[in-house]
C-alpha cells in the first residue's frame, strides 16, 4: 500500500521514507500518507531482538580449549541510521558478537571466565556497544550461557574440588579434636579439684545404661573405691556409736 501513497505504521514500529533517493522525517505509528508512485516507505521495528551466539572453540589465555555460547539482546533506537549506516543490522550484529565473545574469553584465564562470567558480560557488553552506536543499535544485555570444558579438565576439576572437600572435612575435625582436647583437659582440672564431681559422673553415666533393658552393668574402679570409702565411715560411725551405747546403759 505504500506505493499507492497510504501506510500504516504499528506502534513498535517506525518508518522510513526515501523520496527520490533522499530521506525524509521519519514517520510515527498510525496512518501515514505518501506522494504515490515517489515516496517509498522501509518500516523499522524498535522491539528488542533476541540473538543467539552460537557455541565457538575459544583458547583461553592459559592455553585451555573451551566451547563458549551466549546470548545477546539488542533493539534499534535510531531507524534512519540503521537503515542507512548499515546494510544488515542482523547479520552484522550475529558477526560483531561472536568475534567480541572469542576475543574477551581468550584474554582471560579459564578459573576467570568459570568464576567472573558478569565482569565478562559486562566487559563483552561495553565493546559492543561502542560498536553499534553508530549503526542505532543499544546493545541492552549480553550473557554467556554455556561453557564447555574438555573431558580431561572436567576430570581434573572434579578431583581437585574433592581434595578440597577433603581438606576442609580434615581441617574441621582436627579443630574439634582441639577443641574437645580443650574441654577435657579443663573436665580434668575441675575433677582434680573436686573428686565428687567424677562419683556424680559415674552415677550419671549408670542412670542412662539402666534406661536400656537387659544390660550389663560394670562398675568403675573409682565407684567401688567410693562404696569402700562410704562401708568404712559407715563402720566406724558404727563402731563409735557401740561404746557410746554401752556407756548410757551401765549408768
Do not use: C
Not at 578431583?159 to 583437659?185: N, V
Request: charged letters at 25%.
Amino acid at each position: 500500500m505504500s506505493s499507492l501513497g497510504v501506510a500504516i505504521v504499528r506502534q513498535y514500529e517506525r518508518g522510513v521514507v526515501f523520496r527520490f533517493g533522499r530521506i525524509r522525517p521519519v514517520r510515527e505509528p498510525g496512518i501515514r500518507f505518501m506522494i504515490p508512485l515517489v515516496d517509498r516507505m522501509r518500516k523499522v521495528s524498535l522491539r528488542t531482538v533476541t540473538m543467539p551466539v552460537p557455541s565457538q572453540q575459544v583458547i583461553t589465555r592459559d592455553n585451555v580449549s573451551i566451547g563458549v555460547a551466549a546470548v545477546a539482546y539488542f533493539r534499534r533506537v535510531d531507524p534512519v541510521r540503521s537503515i542507512v549506516a548499515i546494510e544488515n543490522v542482523q547479520a552484522a550484529m550475529s558477526q560483531i558478537a561472536q568475534t567480541t565473545v572469542r576475543n574477551v574469553v581468550g584474554r582471560s584465564n579459564l578459573d576467570h571466565v568459570l568464576s567472573e562470567t558478569e565482569k565478562l558480560n559486562e566487559a563483552i557488553k561495553t565493546i559492543l556497544d561502542a560498536t553499534t552506536e553508530r549503526w542505532g543499535v543499544l546493545v541492552e544485555l549480553v550473557e554467556l550461557k554455556d561453557i564447555e570444558l574438555p573431558q580431561p579438565m572436567q576430570r581434573a576439576m572434579a578431583r581437585e574440588a574433592e581434595a578440597e572437600r577433603e581438606k576442609r572435612g580434615k581441617i574441621i575435625a582436627a579443630e574439634g579434636e582441639a577443641l574437645s582436647a580443650d574441654k577435657l583437659a579443663e573436665a580434668a582440672d575441675v575433677i582434680a579439684k573436686h573428686p565428687v564431681a567424677l562419683q556424680l559422673r559415674n552415677l550419671q553415666v549408670l542412670s542412662e545404661i539402666a534406661i536400656e533393658r537387659n544390660s550389663t552393668i560394670v562398675f568403675p574402679a573409682q565407684l567401688m573405691d567410693s562404696f569402700r570409702t562410704l562401708n568404712s565411715f559407715v563402720g566406724s560411725e558404727a563402731g563409735a556409736f557401740v561404746p557410746e551405747a554401752r556407756e548410757r546403759s551401765a549408768r
